[in-house]
């Protein structure tokens, strides 16, 4: 097996503390007249345009051509700009994204959940998790804030936010068109028409198509060819009077496909007498499954597996944006929006040519949302205050069948289909207010306070197909369970910081923010009418502690920001995958709250230009204590003191880009390097569900000749071989499920502008 390029992160974390005192060093001695300013970097962070430099609260932030140019397809992509990030597909792709910052985070494929940490598009709030898959085409960056966001931001996250913003309309004529082939048989076309309609309105079209076939390869030949067809447009219209501006936009997304094959980690060495594989082992030709299967080879990326797993996505949605400046000092600010989503995700959980667990996980959703704020901006203070709607409604059509191969051979009470359907109703409304004064000359302070009241209503119906008489497999439909209730809570949340501006280009900074998650119903795999009655869970809370410093010198090209943080997490969310106390069944999932956890760590980030053709850019997060306090779960197993799941120790990500000419054109070349140290993806710390440390490389060359573009682009260059998850059915099949990685992705775009 390939052993991964890596990082050594103490060694950058000493580079990175040197090269910002060789540069502040000399920076007296470099001739600024030659040299032009940086960028100021414009966040989001407090629902209106500010400097990166003046938010107190650690920020990232990406470019929206960073993103093309290196094909950055959707937001489970974009983990690597930002430190203690880390966002993976999941379950595959197409179910929902697993999202954690700080080691705030839901490791859960169920389709009825919310992450705690929200995403934002456009100003609105995508609800639950299902609608986290973002595909980025024409974006014009993208905002990643730790740390909990309890004021001012739409529904109540506990471990931050990712503020997605997508081109507006301009008033000139512009657009264009790029085409592009990759390996395992891909094609994109991407396209923009920008057009006037007037001296006071503007529109734009967007649109972004892509058909690929996944890395992981599949030797059974009556599977078919997994990979994805995508289909995204996007239509917004701008218009600006005097004091009024209106923002409408429509979306649309298509996807069809067939889910990209599971790997087959298997972990016993002998069938016969039970004995298990090392975990370094698990997973090759030496070891099996509990029915004697491997998948005949050791390449990582190969599988043998029934893969006839459809997966099909149809989403729309309406956003509607009003600005009215009603005086100098005050605008009133309106934003509407409307989301649906249909989902079909087809999926074989065992890895093997077998039936022994497939199923679907079907989804219905419909978000409303609305949001009145108002700003103030005075000279002595400036206050945001507002009130936020929403109204989500899932609905759920799932299916899990269970080893029918041995339908008639095995009991029927092993041999069930399960048909677990759920309705989840769920309100938010929300009353914030947030106020920045300043003390002194150098001293600003920043207090909010947020309101929530959220309720739940959920009905959970299941039934079993089984069978009753052996010679007939097809078998009858009985009831299992009906379960109906309702919940509901409300708290206030808020943050206090402190900011003091020691000298032009420098800030240091103190900020406390407390943010919550409601509870909800866990609409996931019930094996039994208990599970079904005890899956709701409650709210979760989080009180956070961050100084932090931020550094800027224009002249010098050269802009730091420093953070600590100290987290105390209470009452979390955690999604448990457990062993079933009847032999040979499913594992138990559980949604819990369990004990509190203690979470503390270090942030820096660096950009760097030392000329005007090199730039560089380094992010090091490190978390040496993320640990669940006390605890047993309700099947009697202990987490205490243990890790939290998808939570490296280490997180270290740096680029280099650089500019010149070529036969009088601009060229650009830009490299980056990820590293993730080693974490387990549950709660157990299982030594069979551990990533190993790994680093991936992504590389692209541009070159422009007039309005053309020749891009030349590839992911993961080494072909890395790491997981986005590794699901534990070790009790049930004798094996882990693989949601492999991509491997190595290269392609060729042209692109024209006109």
Same mark, same amino acid.
């Given at each position: 097996?390939?052993?991964?390029?890596?990082?050594?992160?103490?060694?950058?974390?000493?580079?990175?503390?040197?090269?910002?005192?060789?540069?502040?060093?000399?920076?007296?001695?470099?001739?600024?007249?030659?040299?032009?300013?940086?960028?100021?970097?414009?966040?989001?962070?407090?629902?209106?345009?500010?400097?990166?430099?003046?938010?107190?609260?650690?920020?990232?932030?990406?470019?929206?051509?960073?993103?093309?140019?290196?094909?950055?397809?959707?937001?489970?992509?974009?983990?690597?700009?930002?430190?203690?990030?880390?966002?993976?597909? =999941?379950?595959?792709?197409?179910?929902?994204?697993?999202?954690?910052?700080?080691?705030?985070?839901?490791? #859960?494929?169920?389709?009825?959940?919310?992450?705690?940490?929200?995403?934002?598009?456009?100003?609105?709030?995508?609800?639950?998790?299902? /609608?986290?898959?973002?595909?980025?085409?024409?974006?014009?960056?993208?905002?990643?804030?730790?740390?909990?966001?309890?004021?001012?931001?739409?529904? /109540?996250?506990?471990?931050?936010?990712?503020?997605?913003?997508?081109?507006?309309?301009?008033?000139?004529?512009?657009?264009?068109?790029?085409?592009?082939?990759?390996?395992?048989?891909?094609?994109?076309?991407?396209?923009?028409?920008?057009?006037?309609?007037?001296?006071?309105?503007?529109?734009?079209?967007?649109?972004n198509y892509q058909d690929y076939d996944y890395s992981t390869q599949n030797n059974f030949s009556a599977s078919p060819t997994a990979g994805m067809e995508q289909k995204n447009a996007r239509l917004s219209l701008l218009s600006q009077w005097d004091n009024v501006e209106l923002y409408l936009q429509a979306h649309i997304e298509d996807w069809d496909g067939i889910s990209q094959p599971v790997g087959s980690i298997g972990i016993i060495a002998n069938p016969l007498t039970g004995e298990l594989c090392s975990p370094a082992d698990a997973g090759s030709t030496r070891c099996f499954d509990s029915f004697g299967f491997n998948d005949g080879s050791d390449d990582f990326f190969t599988v043998s597996v029934n893969n006839d797993s459809p997966h099909k996505? #149809?989403?729309?949605?309406?956003?509607?944006?009003?600005?009215?400046?009603?005086?100098?000092?005050?605008?009133?600010?309106?934003?509407?929006?409307?989301?649906?989503?249909?989902?079909?995700?087809?999926?074989?959980?065992?890895?093997?040519?077998?039936?022994?667990?497939?199923?679907?996980?079907?989804?219905?959703?419909?978000?409303?949302?609305?949001?009145?704020?108002?700003?103030?901006?005075?000279?002595?203070?400036?206050?945001?205050?507002?009130?936020?709607?929403?109204?989500?409604?899932?609905?759920?059509?799932?299916?899990?069948?269970?080893?029918?191969?041995?339908?008639?051979?095995?009991?029927?009470?092993?041999?069930?289909?399960?048909?677990?359907?759920?309705?989840?109703?769920?309100?938010?409304?929300?009353?914030?207010?947030?106020?920045?004064?300043?003390?002194?000359?150098?001293?600003?302070?920043?207090?909010?306070? !947020?309101?929530?009241?959220?309720?739940?209503?959920?009905?959970?119906?299941?039934?079993?197909?089984?069978?009753?008489?052996? /010679?007939?497999?097809?078998?009858?439909?009985?009831?299992?369970?009906?379960?109906?209730?309702?919940?509901?809570? =409300?708290?206030?949340?808020?943050?206090?910081?402190?900011?003091?501006?020691?000298?032009?280009?420098?800030?240091?900074?103190?900020?406390? *923010?407390?943010?919550?998650?409601?509870?909800?119903?866990?609409?996931?795999?019930?094996?039994?009418?208990?599970?079904?009655?005890?899956?709701?869970?409650?709210?979760?809370?989080?009180?956070?502690?961050?100084?932090?410093?931020?550094?800027?010198?224009?002249?010098?090209?050269?802009?730091?920001?420093?953070?600590?943080?100290?987290?105390?997490?209470?009452?979390?969310?955690?999604?448990?995958?457990?062993?079933?106390?009847?032999?040979?069944?499913?594992?138990?999932?559980?949604?819990?709250?369990?004990?509190?956890?203690?979470?503390?760590?270090?942030?820096?980030?660096?950009?760097?230009?030392?000329?005007?053709?090199?730039?560089?850019?380094?992010?090091?997060?490190?978390?040496?204590? *993320?640990?669940?306090?006390?605890?047993?779960?309700?099947?009697?197993?202990?987490?205490?003191?243990?890790?939290?799941?998808?939570?490296?120790?280490?997180?270290?990500?740096?680029?280099?880009?650089?500019?010149?000419?070529?036969?009088? =054109?601009?060229?650009? *070349?830009?490299?980056?390097?990820?590293?993730?140290?080693?974490?387990?993806?549950?709660?157990?710390?299982?030594?069979?569900?551990?990533?190993?440390?790994?680093?991936?490389?992504?590389?692209?060359?541009?070159?422009?000749?007039? /309005?053309?573009?020749?891009?030349?682009?590839?992911?993961?260059?080494?072909?890395?071989?790491?997981?986005?998850?590794?699901?534990?059915?070790?009790?049930?099949?004798?094996?882990?499920?693989?949601?492999?990685?991509?491997?190595? !992705?290269?392609?060729? #775009?042209?692109?024209?502008?006109?």
């Open positions: 097996m390939k052993r991964p390029y890596q990082f050594n992160p103490k060694l950058t974390m000493l580079a990175s503390s040197c090269l910002a005192a060789c540069v502040m060093g000399n920076a007296s001695a470099q001739n600024t007249e030659a040299e032009k300013d940086m960028e100021v970097i414009s966040v989001y962070a407090q629902k209106r345009p500010q400097s990166i430099q003046d938010v107190s609260v650690a920020v990232s932030q990406v470019n929206g051509e960073l993103l093309k140019t290196q094909h950055f397809k959707d937001s489970t992509e974009i983990g690597l700009f930002a430190p203690n990030v880390k966002i993976t597909q =999941n379950a595959a792709e197409g179910t929902p994204p697993a999202v954690s910052i700080r080691g705030i985070g839901l490791l #859960d494929y169920n389709t009825a959940n919310t992450s705690p940490v929200a995403m934002y598009l456009d100003g609105v709030a995508v609800g639950s998790a299902n /609608n986290q898959i973002i595909n980025l085409y024409d974006v014009e960056h993208v905002d990643i804030l730790r740390g909990p966001q309890g004021t001012l931001f739409g529904r /109540n996250s506990t471990g931050g936010a990712i503020l997605i913003r997508t081109n507006r309309p301009e008033f000139e004529q512009a657009g264009s068109l790029t085409l592009g082939i990759a390996n395992n048989n891909a094609s994109s076309l991407e396209g923009m028409w920008n057009q006037p309609l007037g001296d006071e309105t503007a529109m734009r079209l967007a649109f996505s #149809d989403g729309y949605g309406f956003i509607g944006e009003l600005n009215w400046q009603s005086s100098d000092n005050t605008t009133v600010t309106s934003v509407s929006s409307f989301n649906n989503l249909e989902r079909s995700h087809a999926f074989n959980c065992d890895g093997s040519p077998a039936r022994l667990c497939e199923g679907v996980l079907g989804l219905d959703t419909h978000l409303f949302s609305q949001e009145f704020r108002v700003l103030n901006e005075f000279t002595h203070y400036t206050l945001t205050s507002g009130v936020y709607f929403a109204d989500e409604t899932i609905k759920q059509d799932n299916i899990n069948d269970i080893l029918r191969d041995f339908r008639g051979i095995l009991p029927a009470d092993l041999t069930a289909t399960f048909y677990y359907d759920n309705h989840i109703d769920t309100q938010n409304v929300a009353l914030f207010s947030q106020i920045e004064v300043p003390l002194a000359t150098r001293w600003l302070l920043t207090a909010g306070l !947020r309101y929530d009241y959220e309720s739940l209503e959920y009905s959970s119906t299941s039934t079993l197909n089984v069978v009753v008489n052996p /010679n007939d497999l097809a078998g009858v439909l009985v009831p299992f369970y009906t379960v109906s209730d309702k919940q509901s809570d =409300n708290g206030i949340t808020g943050q206090f910081a402190l900011n003091y501006t020691y000298s032009d280009t420098a800030n240091l900074y103190y900020r406390f *923010a407390n943010g919550s998650k409601s509870g909800g119903y866990n609409g996931g795999f019930l094996s039994s009418e208990e599970q079904a009655i005890l899956a709701d869970y409650g709210k979760e809370r989080l009180n956070a502690h961050e100084v932090g410093l931020k550094t800027y010198w224009p002249e010098q090209r050269l802009r730091m920001s420093w953070a600590a943080f100290y987290y105390d997490y209470n009452d979390q969310q955690v999604f448990m995958n457990q062993a079933s106390e009847t032999p040979q069944m499913p594992p138990v999932q559980l949604l819990e709250n369990v004990a509190d956890s203690i979470i503390y760590g270090l942030e820096s980030e660096i950009n760097y230009q030392p000329t005007q053709q090199l730039a560089m850019q380094l992010s090091v997060g490190y978390i040496p204590h *993320a640990e669940y306090e006390e605890y047993v779960d309700p099947l009697g197993n202990s987490i205490t003191d243990n890790q939290l799941p998808f939570t490296s120790k280490w997180d270290v990500s740096a680029g280099l880009q650089y500019d010149t000419r070529l036969m009088n =054109n601009p060229f650009s *070349a830009n490299v980056m390097v990820d590293y993730q140290s080693a974490f387990y993806f549950d709660q157990n710390m299982n030594p069979y569900a551990r990533q190993e440390s790994y680093s991936l490389v992504n590389a692209h060359f541009k070159y422009d000749v007039d /309005n053309w573009s020749f891009i030349l682009w590839g992911k993961n260059l080494f072909d890395t071989e790491y997981s986005q998850l590794k699901f534990d059915l070790s009790s049930f099949l004798g094996m882990l499920e693989d949601f492999k990685g991509e491997g190595r !992705r290269y392609g060729f #775009d042209v692109a024209f502008q006109f």
